[in-house]
């Protein structure tokens, strides 16, 4: 079986309380309130900017070439979604620069940051690999549930569902797959721990935004 099979089975759990939570749910029907929205998008494009950097220095880190140009094209993927929000919602919902990391967002990004930098290899490529992979199955089951047709989350719903993401995603799950071949049973043990870290971030993602957290102090 290949690691991402494992990998997959080990955080479906994670996977399925997501599709329930109350922020994936209202963005479905549309009742999401518009300032938990806005808050979630302020908060995924410091993400991205971190998120970017991290699959660079993980692109910088690859043993093979193939592998490290995949890095850096997911990670100019990430940094022109960041762009795309800049030029897009974060002018129309009229973010203002400078708010600072949640306390969620701050952890999740610098996660994956010091995976990035210090874990070994196979184990970072397994860190950053939710981002991906349970993005995608979440965007897939909001767009087969949806199904008001004004929903004002539309433009939203539509950048994770497509067919494009899903080539990006199924060539990540490859690199990993590739990577772990070569890897012992030990090392795919601490791959799966760090992807199912990163799952329980996923999740905390969306409920910080969804209870518009902020530092206690
Ligand atoms: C918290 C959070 N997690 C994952 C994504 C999804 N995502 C955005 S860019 C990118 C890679 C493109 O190469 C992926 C997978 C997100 N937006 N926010």
Sequence with gaps: M?????????????????????????????????????????????YLAGFGRALSLIAARAQHSAHALEFMRFAEGALMVEQALHAGYVQKLNIQPGVPLSPTCQHYTHYLLSQAALAPLEVAMAAVLPCFWIYKAVGDYIYAKEQLSDNPYQDWINTYAGEEFGQIVARAIRVCDEVAETCTPAQHQAMTEAYVTASKLEWMFWDSAYKLEEWPV
């Design 2 to 46: 290949n690691w991402s099979n494992t990998a997959w089975q080990t955080g479906s759990p994670i996977y399925t309380q997501i599709t329930q939570m109350p922020f994936i749910r209202e963005l479905i029907s549309g009742t999401l309130a518009p300032e938990k929205f806005t808050f979630y998008i302020a908060q995924d494009s410091l």
